[in-house]
């Protein structure tokens, strides 16, 4: 670490660029103006003097780039519209950049000319940050700029600030997340009105909550992205989405919340970032990071978080449990957490100052899913005979995975056992099931959930 | 506003004091070693190596000033501690200052003197940011410091920096909090078990939930100086706790939780700090900032915060609505703020930069308790005769307060009326009540409470 100063300098320094004074606007390049997008400009025009009065200098919008130059765009000036975002980022004058485009390119190629190029950057791009993190953070390490991105996670919701900053002289041990809206808007129908997935999903989409191709949302590439980013800050360890456990909804049935309901539970498509215990066996710590729905019993606090809404529940060793809650999507949400960041990056611009980096010296050992305990959820449907318990319970024996609870429910070709276990790693439970299938009087495993969550 | 680079210089500038080097500890004192202040030290110690990391320097405990230096405080070294404060904030070498003695004075005084000395600052102390704050905030900014304060409002919760950081792009409507514990868990035992307020605080404070003088808590001071705090930074106003409207909740009745209930509410104190809206009288939008027991909806997200737990509800215009939750007090959860405080004082310290400064620019008026407007609960003990109904109506009427449901309980000498009212001032509430007073058909009126946050 090269020797810097420790007290902010009092005297005035050359600004940006030759032709200077301190009332200069601080320069901003938009990228994308869809929903989000669309928003941010606005507020960037309409707030202009709250927002000059929070920096200490105005704000001028200086382009936008989009993808098709001719759109009406009722309230923006035409001329502000660009379809050439490498030369928009590429300006000398600009200052700060908002990346709302999303996906992998050309959104990671336009943020790393705009740090190269001294600008501070805003970002809501999850998918990008959890694939590619990395490069980003260490070019704004290099040019020392700021790379901002509240948006990323759970809209509106401040989020990364408290890991990044509230929390950070804490011991986070786990983020547990609601982090798409989608999933939890098809979860909550399903739960209240009773029907499959198929049938809510096209319901949704009907509603626009879901888009014309869900996969993102329904497979949980979405919310595994957003828990790569929260266990990153959480565990001070790089966390790629390449690195999270991840399982969709599409397989959750209507007999599935049924089953939930009949323990005490509603299904969530949940986010689980966990710190290990410390087992003494000189490995240290490991982190957890999986994405799949789950039981959580009705009396969790995440569990009466309804329809679209989002909200991410943090454990930590001094702090306890502490819940953050709010619109998950939308325009407007997402456009008041860009907003956020880019007044704050702005600030660190006037004060010639930069905000946290990525924080990365924990380094702790992902651990793949098959070591990962919790509690599990199985139904099976059994030949009604005398013994099949008896079998049952001996092949969870065999695998050394421990019941808690175990209901017979109907009769005949009805038969079914439903089963609940204590904690067990999921490799013990995977092979539990397997020599279940295998079983003569076990005629199929209907369904298998995770249970998670103290009440 | 002087001119001021808009980017951070990456030349190395000479550091604070004359012996210097980039790893040299960021050199820390701290001023109070009760419940808080000893889990802090413990902190520092215990977590050193974490610390460094984060901060990208290590910080070093020089001094701990104690008003009694001969107590038994284990693991932490005797010599660190001090009964002269002045002398330890006078250090030429210190860096960082934590202060968790608490109350107005010597509070104020060894906190202006490390601004004025160039250390920054990390306070609990909402008392005095609410009397005081503004002295503090221009020393910190006339000395180039930091002061942070996260730990001054709802314990662990972080509401400082989202409401200063996250939502500082947005425009924050209201803010609606319960940031005393020890009255929610009065008023949840009270609900829950029906016992009388006395009964109830005897048996908060065996529980050693409430002090032995419970007034700071129970009379609502407490809370009047975080909803100052709060509507501070939501408001981008000077808020102080005098501006502040305050009842506690000694009055609170077991038949008011009763009548809360008959009408699907709970009782809980609230701050409430509201923009109103702009009457185009050219008056602008002014602000209210109060403190009061309170109906709320049992379907209010609200509501349901039960026990010492905190939580703060904030509503904005892009965001919408977000709520903030956890444990509200304690030595652990304040002391993760102020931790979470230090990192990020000593981070921005090492970069040599400032954090967000007071900002109130708005100068809103804040409005006096008599023209605010919210909805009203009334008992009233009436003679059972006819016409008393048409009476009271006509006396509300008279007062242009609109009731919205009325309600006869019990016959004869038990003959009670129950009014729900449509949102009226406070003032032309509290003309009708003296009015009512003086009806020959109404004996007393037993209770009146404002009824709070729509479901």
Known sequence: ??????????????????????????????????????????L?????????????????????AVRRAHRDRPGLDPALFTTDAQALVARPDVDLVIEVIGGLEPARSLILAALANGA????ANKALLAADGASLFSAAEEHQVDLYFEAAVAGAIPIIRPLRES??????????GIVNGTTNFILDLMDTEGAGFAETLAQAQELGYAEADPTADVE???????????????????VTAADVYREGIADVSSTDIASARAIGCVVKLVAL?????DLGDGAGRSV????????????????????AYNAVFVESRSAGRLMFYGPGAGGSPTASAVMGDLVTVARNRVRGAVGPGES???????????????RYHLSLEVSDVAGVLAAVAQVFAEHGVSIQTVRQQGRGDDAQLVVVTHRATDAALSATVEALRDLPSVRDVTSVMRVEGEA
Chains 1, 2 share one sequence.
Do not use: N, W
């Open 44 to 64: 960037i025009v309409e707030q202009a003097e709250d927002l000059r009065a929070r920096i200490g200098r105005p704000l001028e919008l200086v382009g936008i």
């Open 360 to 374: 990365t010296y924990a380094a702790r050992r992902v651990s793949p899913i098959g070591d990962v305990t919790t």
């Open 220 to 238: 949980g590439f979405d919310a595994a992205a957003k828990a790569a980013i929260l266990a990153s800050l959480a565990f001070h360890t790089r």
């Open 120 to 123: 501070s950057v805003v970002t």
């Open 288 to 307: 957890s990071v999986r994405v799949h729905p789950a039981m959580i019993p009705r009396s969790h606090p995440l569990a009466g978080v309804g329809g």
């Open 1 to 42: 670490m090269t020797a810097i100063d420790v007290r902010p300098s009092a005297e005035p320094r050359s600004s940006r660029g030759s032709s200077v004074d301190a009332g200069r606007p601080l320069k901003v390049a938009l990228l994308g103006c869809g929903t989000v997008g669309s928003e941010v400009a606005r």
């Open 273 to 277: 970032c966990q710190l290990s215990e």
């Open 167 to 176: 929390l950070v002289g804490d011991e986070i041990t786990a983020v547990t």
